[in-house]
């Protein structure tokens, strides 16, 4: 499918309805969400939407012509028309032109320039590659290896959103811009701190190295912030002070505070993985990280409590120590290993 085709009465239609949602301004976060998501589901939609803004720009060089006072009345009218009960087949077919131009004139009578919300950057490390990254206020973000992270910045707030993997963020001090890394529905807020973000099978993992972060719930930025609470009803990260990392149940919306050796929890940006009573399955994902070959953990050997330190990289390795430690069976078809216990269980 080439994205040069003409776009689908639908698409041509979808795209004026967006573009008229931003000509009503900023839309929600949700509604940020659906947009982002309704380009990515096929080219032909930011080439529909991308070509209505090209006209747009070119327009908005004469949109002070006086010719233009009659075209605009008439892109308003159009817009009525077109939201009417539509009476016989030829102006049924004329519709999708008639919002998409109507959608598109009212931005340019609104004086808007063409902008939708900021896009983000995306930061994205494949198999067994790490990266730094400084950012433009001064923060250095260390992104793991199968990491996928989105920066904005803009005026007010510096937002983040790890979107898979782990990374760890040294905070630019800022008191009038927040930072704020969202992830699996909640938010990780500073100002000035140490600290990483972790998406790994069901959890979300904070560890702190100095100074202090908010957890929040992520919603509307039009709503006052929620922090997350424990099953106490206290805000979760009242304990999480440097040394500690806070551990979030996804699905069962559960919090713990556990200790988290900073030497140790750092171990990844060096080349090396370190895991103390960590659970099989999560150390297999983490392994996977680093490794083409990938480790399927099946049965009760996923709860298996594993420690040891391991080269990155060296997923061999690392069921080699497994299977001799903790008596485990490795099957290996291709570049899978399944790791089960002793019994095949």
Known sequence: MSTSDPAPEHVVIEAAEWCDRVADGLPAL????????????????????????????????????????DLRADALQ??????????????????????????????????????VWPRADLYVTGIGERRVL???????????????????????????????????????????????????????????TAFSVELVT??????????????????????????????????????????????????????????ADPVRSLAWEGGQLVFTDERLDLAVQRVNRYSDHRLVVRGPAAAILVSGAFNAGDAEGFVDGIEALYGLKAERSGRQIVLTGADGD
């Open 30 to 69: 949700e509604d940020q969400l659906a947009f982002e998501a309704w380009l990515d589901a096929d080219p032909r939609h930011r080439s529909a939407f991308e070509r209505m803004a090209a006209i747009l720009l070119d327009a908005r060089k004469v949109a002070d012509a006086p010719e233009l006072i």
């Open 78 to 115: 159009a817009m009525r028309d077109a939201n009417r009960e539509k009476e016989g087949q030829m102006l049924l077919l004329r519709r999708p032109l008639l919002v998409a131009m109507a959608a598109c004139l009212l931005l340019l009578v609104s004086g808007l320039v063409y902008q």
């Open 134 to 192: 400084m950012l433009a206020d001064g923060s250095r973000v260390s992104l793991d290896a199968s990491s996928r992270l989105e920066v904005e910045y803009d005026d007010a707030r510096r937002n983040l959103r790890l979107l898979s993997g782990r990374a760890k963020f040294d905070v630019a001090k800022d008191p009038r811009r927040p930072f704020a890394v969202t992830a699996a529905g909640k938010q990780v807020v500073a100002t000035g």
């Open 202 to 259: 069901g959890q979300l993992r904070v560890v702190l190295y100095e100074g202090h972060v908010a957890v929040l719930e992520d919603g509307p930025r039009d709503r006052p912030p929620r922090a997350v609470r424990n099953d106490r009803g206290l805000a979760a990260d009242e304990a999480l002070v440097p040394g500690k990392a806070l551990v979030l149940d996804i699905s069962r919306a559960k919090t713990a505070v556990e200790d």
